[in-house]
Nanobody
């Protein structure tokens, strides 16, 4: 069974930085493209970043140049470094495959942006 468990998150000031981690289990992680997503209070999820099995990263325009995703296949982990966080960056952050598997969403980690 595929599971994704996110960690990190919390409160960050506008312009600050935060790092999220995600550990995957139950899948061929090393050959899977992974993605990061943000869920708004209404439940709508948007794609933020993805990283291929050979470390090719893509970003949505709104986070390009500020967020960095990386992975450690030995630890079955993917990471998201959020820099220059904006108030609009608040929400529930989740990792999943890219494209996402609908049965593979974890609980996510909430990021609150406040001074």
């Amino acid at each position: 069974q595929v599971q994704h468990v996110e960690s990190g998150g919390g409160l960050v000031q506008p312009g600050g930085s935060l790092r999220l981690s995600c550990v995957a289990s139950g899948s061929a992680f090393s050959i899977s493209a992974m993605g990061w997503y943000r869920q708004a209070p209404g439940g709508h999820r948007v794609w933020l970043a993805s990283i291929s099995s050979n470390n090719f990263a893509l970003y949505t325009d709104s986070v390009k140049g500020r967020f960095i995703t990386s992975r450690d296949n030995g630890k079955r982990s993917v990471f998201l470094l959020l820099n220059s966080v904006e108030p609009e960056g608040a929400g529930l952050y989740l990792c999943n495959h890219y494209p996402p598997g609908e049965d593979y969403w974890g609980q996510g980690k909430r990021i609150t942006v406040s001074a």
